[in-house]
């Protein structure tokens, strides 16, 4: 079991940038692959974003594609996720997930470990 902690969530006027990050305690997050995940009021859980363990495949969702950029620190057991322009669709709940599973495609019930969440409002 590996604790995640998130950070970095907050309001941001539209065409803004915020970067998100994920400490991990615990264990160390090189056995485990990460994603970013976010949720709206009255919305399911969506998928933002993934790195692979060593951190060189990264993929996105296509409503962030281009926006945002994921990477991680092993070493240090963090992941960041980079959100540039942001927009008021981007309002929700982020949510830092590890999945033991060595090439997650991105859906909830492939990730086991996930933290408590950082809000991120984005204004118009």
């Known amino acids: 079991q590996v604790q995640l902690v998130e950070s970095g969530g907050g309001l941001v006027q539209a065409g803004g940038s915020l970067r998100l990050s994920c400490a991990a305690s615990g264990r160390s997050l090189s056995n485990y692959a990460m994603g970013w995940f976010r949720q709206a009021p009255g919305k399911e859980r969506e998928f933002v974003a993934a790195?692979?363990?060593?951190?060189?495949?990264?993929y996105s969702a296509d409503s962030v594609k281009g926006r945002v950029t994921m990477s991680r620190d092993n070493a240090k057991t963090t992941v960041s996720l980079q959100m540039n322009s942001l927009k008021p669709e981007d309002t929700a709940v982020y949510y830092c997930?590890?999945?033991?599973?060595?090439?997650?495609?991105?859906?909830?019930?492939?990730?086991?470990?996930w933290g408590q969440g950082t809000q991120v409002t984005v204004s118009s």
């Open positions: 997930a590890a999945s033991s599973i060595f090439a997650p495609r991105g859906f909830v019930y492939e990730y086991d470990n």
């Open positions: 790195i692979s363990r060593g951190g060189a495949i990264t």
